[in-house]
């Protein structure tokens, strides 16, 4: 086990390369965009949308954590996102009062729940298939929902529970005007929400750079082989589980933290979020952590600006029914363009563009021990 | 058959490369099975034998090389193509479908139903009494021996003129191992067979030819008479390597 | 042989468990709401029967989770629904004839016409993705979006109301036991698709090979059949029986709308998990225990209805992972 292994030294490489890459640049300017956002668009629609895109990049890379690294789909992912919005609303907003101590509590339940109920489900499920993984979160996903929405007394019901934030955070807070930027409780939550996401991204880009990460990869690509070196895969796919999940809990907080409500559709749904986090990773690609910024920010921007699109081709085509039919069914293309690029793309933007990189730098093709390689669905039969 | 030479080439594997997900286990493999005889592949496990026979069937797609099989090239074609032509596969797990009976698993054999086949069923069932004592049984139930002669029946049962068999000595005892040397030896009067053999007993007192397979690649070949005089390969390849794995 | 007398009498007890398990409610429920209960809960099995059926035979067969299935419901209960829709005066007349003419001529319809969609899913869409769970879920999810969207697009966002055929509707009155003639004609259609399978898959050839599938693609792939036309008629059987199932569903919940699917298609991951994978036997008793413990406790204690069958899914897979039947792999 011990020295370098090939793997580590292409490792120690690559971080080398990173500083001198066009991609840190990148990072830093988009860093940097979404620092300046309140400064350089202070209209809420831009500081939500902006807002809105990093909760999702975040989201969908913690999704990733289960998705691309460990080769689990869970459609419960939105749930435990609603877990945590729903804790922290009920602490500072339905069963106390906003003070920072309740809101840290918050979290806390959040992550405590989410990590019990993770592991149960990973407890039953992956003992039979991974695959009933995939069946069994949609089931208990869609009973959260029930749950959520039948328990009026305890969770609000359909209507959902309002949260005041404590302190700087809070909406009416105001702190006057700065180098002409008006510093409300909003734009400190913003920051705060911004600050919490990058340091949550950190923490899950190293946990698959740990030598955990990596097993687990190993996992992912040949669950035989890794059962064969000894490594207990149900008990890594377990860990790896519960830590995207509670990532996705204190993503699910901040959410509630940022959009002030929590209700059953809006932070738990099945058809709401996860359909939002599966087209945003599937476009960024699967197995990248920062696939998610580009999916979010790709869906978000659309999703945003569709109305503004079909306006504009109402006024240019008033005639093509069809086409208003179909852009009123934006999901529809969504779909299509989902498919397509899993069987097209399967690797996603981030995915295709690193591997032509990599194609170009290197005379031959090599196998790339970080990038993910799924059994491609060629078009054998 | 009878109208072939004796020398005559039934299949001709040349240079053929497979890969299993990302390692490359056959690396330019090529071996031939002659007309009017036993081909056996020896070599340690990981060698690639079975992977050669699962390659010339079908299941598992070549990356480059050509297979040859009465002169026609067989590598594009899809498994039950290939098996169509003639060919029949005994696997190394045999493949019984053990919760079908034995005689389900002699139709789901049988390819076409007429006069031709019925015949064959018969001279089958006649070399193997045991399935025709077990024919409404549970495959599943039936013993190891029993299992590999059910997996060699289904693969006579049609016309097939080259059989691939992945060892079928593999748990056995010694005494079901003369049965199956028995069975191959008949079986050989109407077809030619191509043998992954580990079981050196076995290997001798059916085959005629030989390929030692190492590291995806054939080592040595020759009549099988050479092998059993030549003792230092017997035990580089057969007997003394496998102690090491 | 030890072993075998164990099983048998493991079937024994497990008969007669059921039995009790099945007498349990009577404790709480007057017997003649009982039997209702009782007829209820068989014909929503027969029908979740129908859903989980091909779930369960697709996965057996080609190793692949549709996830898609549901979509496939919504779209037969739609198709279903336009046959009432041009039909209408044969739907309402007071003629048992005219009635079962229409029915009949919705389920034919909606069952070919979702049949080749499910050929076309199948050639187009999941044969891209054989051996590779993740994309399969994936990609049939994205199918699912697709499906649903055209069924909006095709027939509009909102829920249409669905007529039951006249001679169906109404119920008879057995000795004070009420007893809904629709619920009655979802049953024998259960048990006539499951019989007409279980005829299929044990006396006819092909029937035969499909099992060996079940249990050894390859195997059945070296022995000279071609294996993907088979996948592509399994695909479309699974998707058939799901489009009569999603007919029979909307006229016994006297509704059709666009997200239908979702539900069933729940209920059919539950029923193929507690009856095994892969197993039509289990996905008939799985269905019967989901849809007898659904009416059971949605009469005893409604808002635990939606909980139960997660439950007892939970519990069968700690106790019996694999499921009551699980198939021969």
């Not at chain 2, 003639?86 to 049988?110: D, W």
């Amino acid at each position: 086990m011990a020295g370098p292994t090939p793997v580590q030294i292409f490792h120690e490489e690559e971080k080398k390369r990173q500083y001198r890459s066009g991609t840190f640049f990148l990072k830093v300017g988009l860093l940097l965009l979404f620092l300046l956002v309140p400064v350089l668009f202070p209209a809420f629609k831009t500081i939500d949308l902006a807002m809105q895109i990093v909760l999702f990049a975040v989201l969908v890379a913690s999704f990733d954590i289960l998705l691309g690294y460990t080769g689990i789909l869970s459609f419960g992912h939105g749930m435990f996102f609603g877990i945590g919005a729903y804790c922290v609303a009920f602490l500072i907003g339905k069963y106390g009062m906003p003070s920072y101590t309740n809101l840290a509590l918050g979290f806390l339940i959040a992550a405590i729940v989410s990590a019990a109920l993770a592991l149960l489900i990973s407890f039953l499920t992956l003992r039979v298939k991974t695959i009933f993984f995939a069946m069994i979160t949609l089931a208990i996903a869609e009973l959260a929902i029930i749950l959520a929405t039948k328990l009026t007394g305890f969770t609000g019901g359909e209507d959902g529970i309002s949260l005041n934030t404590p302190g700087i955070f809070a909406v009416s807070f105001n702190m006057g005007d700065f180098m002409g930027l008006e510093i409300t409780g909003r734009v400190f939550t913003y920051y705060f929400i911004l600050f919490s996401c990058i340091a949550l991204f950190l923490i899950m880009l190293r946990f698959t750079r740990s030598p955990l990460g990596r097993v687990l990869q190993a996992i992912r690509d040949n669950v035989q082989r890794a059962e064969a070196l000894g490594y207990n895969t149900f008990l890594y796919q377990s860990i790896s589980i519960t830590f995207g999940c509670i990532m996705a809990a204190l993503i699910g907080g901040l959410y509630a933290m940022w959009v002030g409500y929590v209700n059953p559709e809006s932070s738990l749904g099945v058809l709401t979020i996860m359909l939002d986090v599966l087209l945003m990773v599937i476009i960024g690609g699967m197995g990248t952590l920062y696939g998610g910024i580009i999916g979010a920010a790709f869906l978000k921007i659309t999703q945003t600006f569709l109305p503004d699109l079909q306006h504009l081709a109402m006024d240019l085509f008033p005639h093509a029914q069809l086409l208003h039919n179909v852009l009123e069914r934006w999901l529809l293309l969504f779909g299509i363009l989902f498919i397509l690029v899993v069987i097209f793309f399967p690797k996603g933007v981030i995915g295709s563009v690193n591997e032509y990189l990599l194609q170009r730098k290197m005379a031959k093709p090599t196998i790339s021990p970080s990038s993910f390689t799924p059994t491609p669905p060629g078009n054998r039969p | 058959m009878g109208e072939q030479g004796v020398d005559e080439t039934i299949l001709e594997v040349q240079g053929v490369h497979t890969f299993i997900g990302q390692h490359h286990i056959l690396q330019g493999i090529s071996f031939d099975a002659k007309a009017d005889a036993v081909t056996v592949l020896i070599g340690r496990n990981g060698a690639g034998k079975s992977t050669a026979l699962k390659t010339v069937i079908g299941l598992l797609p070549s990356s480059k090389g050509k297979i040859i099989y009465k002169g026609k090239e067989i590598q594009k074609n899809r498994p039950f193509e290939i098996a169509r032509m003639g060919i029949g596969f005994v696997p190394e797990n045999m493949g019984i479908f053990s919760e079908l009976t034995v005689e389900e698993n002699m139709r789901v054999a049988m390819l076409v139903e007429n006069e031709a086949t019925a015949r064959r069923l018969d001279r089958t069932l006649e070399m193997f009494a045991d399935l025709k004592k077990f024919w409404k049984a549970k495959a599943g139930n039936l013993s190891g021996g029993q299992k590999q002669m059910l997996a060699i029946a289904r693969a006579i049962v049609n016309d097939t003129s080259l059989l691939l068999i992945d060892e079928p000595s593999k748990g056995l005892a010694p005494i079901i191992v003369d049965a199956v040397i028995d069975a191959i030896n008949r079986i050989k009067e109407h077809s030619v067979v191509v043998l992954v053999e580990q079981n050196f007993y076995m290997a001798s007192s059916v085959g005629d030819y030989f390929f030692i397979l190492d590291d995806g690649m054939v080592a040595h070949a020759g009549h099988v008479e050479a092998l059993i005089q030549d003792e230092a390969l017997q035990s580089k390849y057969l007997g003394i390597s496998e102690a090491e794995e | 042989m030890a072993e075998s007398i164990l099983r048998r009498w493991n079937q024994e007890l497990t008969i007669a468990g059921a039995i009790v398990l099945l007498l349990l409610p009577l404790i709480g429920i007057q017997p003649k709401t009982y039997l209702t209960l009782t007829i209820a809960g068989i014909a929503m099995g027969m029908l979740l029967f129908l859903v989980a059926s091909g779930v369960s035979i697709i996965f057996g067969l080609m190793d692949v989770l549709n996830f898609a299935h549901g979509a496939l419901f919504a779209w037969g209960a739609y198709v279903g629904f336009t046959v009432f829709k041009y039909l209408m005066k044969w739907v309402v007349a007071d003629s048992v004839l005219q009635n079962l003419a229409v029915f009949f001529i919705a389920i034919v319809a909606a069952m070919v016409a979702v049949a080749l969609l499910g050929v076309v899913l199948e050639r187009v869409i999941v044969r891209r993705v054989y051996g590779n769970h993740l994309f399969q879920i994936l990609i049939t999810f994205g199918a699912t979006i697709v499906l649903v969207e055209l069924i909006r697009v095709f027939w509009g966002p909102n829920d249409e109301t669905m007529t039951v055929p006249l001679t169906f509707a109404g119920n008879w009155d057995i000795m004070d036991v009420i007893v809904y003639r629709y619920r009655v004609i979802c049953i024998v259609i259960g048990a006539m698709v499951y019989a007409v399978l279980q005829l299929i898959l044990k006396k006819t050839k092909l029937g035969t090979i499909v099992r060996a599938g079940v249990e050894d693609r390859d195997m059945v792939q070296a022995m000279g059949h071609n294996i993907y036309l088979l996948f592509t008629g399994v695909f479309a059987v699974g998707a058939g029986l799901a489009a009569l199932g999603g007919l029979a569903m909307s006229i016994f919940s006297l509704q059709v709308y666009p997200d239908m699917g979702g539900t069933y298609l729940l209920f059919a991951f539950i029923v193929v998990i507690i009856g095994g994978l892969g197993s039509v036997t289990g996905s008939l008793v799985g269905a019967l225990i989901v849809g007898l413990t659904y009416n059971y406790v949605a009469y005893l204690v409604p808002w635990a209805a939606a909980g139960v069958n997660i439950l007892i899914m939970i519990i069968i897979l700690l106790i019996r992972p694999t499921g009551l039947f699980a198939a021969g792999k």
